[in-house]
C-alpha cells in the first residue's frame, strides 16, 4: 500500500526551507506522493461549516500563510523527481476551467507526468463570495469543469458548449504526458460519492475514521454499480483519523490504494529531515 503525506503549503509547510526538506526527504525514504490543499482567502468569522470536524470549524488559523497548491507543485516538479504529486483539494468550481487546464497540464510536464488532480466543491460560502462566484450550484459547476479539462488534455482542436463554458475549436498546449491527468475528487458525503461513481477516477476520503471508512466504500462502490462501472477501476485515498501502521493490512483488505499522513512539519527546516524519517520508520515506508 502506498503511503502518501499531506503536510506541505500551510503555515510552517509553507517555508521554502522547509518545503524542501520534506520533500527531498520524503521521496529519497519511499513516500508514494506529497499532497498539498488549496484555500484562496480565509475569513476570521464564518458562518459555513467545515464538514471534517465534528465542531464545524476547521483547525488551521485563518491568518496562516495558505501557498496556491499547482504552483508549489510546480517547485516541487524542479526539487524531486520520483515522487507523485497531488492537489488534495483544489477547489475547481472557484476557478477558470480553462486556465486550470493549462496550469495542470503545464506541473504535469515539468514533473514528467507525475500530478493527480484532487479537486473538490468547496464548503465556505465566504470564500466563493471574495471570489464572486455562486456558491449554489458548484457540484453540478465542478462536473462540467471536469469534462472541459479533459477535453482540452485529450484533444488537438477542442470544443465545449455547456451550461457554465462555452468554446469552440481552440488549442491548449503544452498536453499532459499521456494527455489525461487522474482526476480524484474529495468529500464523504452521499453526493460527494455520488460524483465520485458519475466521473471520476478515484476518491479521496478525508479525515475519516476506521469505523466510518468501510460504510463509505460501500456505498461508493453501491453508486459504482447503479453506473455500470466497476469500483475496483478507482484509485483509493484515504486520510485518517487514528490510525496506525498497525491498520495496514485491514486497508489494503478494503481496497484503500494510499493512506494520507496529514501532517504539520515542524518550523525549523532543519528540522524537518529528521522529522520526515520519524514518521517513516512509524509508518514502516521503505523505498
Known sequence: MRIGLHALGIGAGAD??????VAGTAEHCGFATLWAGEHVVMVDRTDSTYPYADDGRIAV???????????LLAFLSATTSTIRLATGVLLLPEHNPVVVAKRAATVDVLSGGRLTLGIGIGWSAEEFAALGVPFHGRGTRAEEYIDVLRALWRDDVASHTGSHVQFDRVRSYPKPIRRVIPVVLGGNSDGALERVARCADGW???NLSLETLPERLGFLRSACLERGRPASGLDIAVALIGAS??????????GVSEIVLVEAPPPDGRDAADWVEGLARTWRVTA
Not at 521554502?16 to 526538506?21: G, K, M, N, Q, R
Not at 488559523?61 to 504552483?71: C, I, T, Y
Not at 501502521?245 to 478494503?254: F, G, K, R, V
Open 61 to 71: 488559523p485563518s491568518a496562516a500563510d495558505w501557498l496556491d497548491p499547482l504552483d
Open 245 to 254: 501502521a498497525t491498520d495496514l493490512p485491514e486497508l489494503e483488505a478494503l
Open 16 to 21: 521554502p526551507l522547509v518545503i524542501s526538506a
Open 204 to 206: 479521496y476520503g478525508f
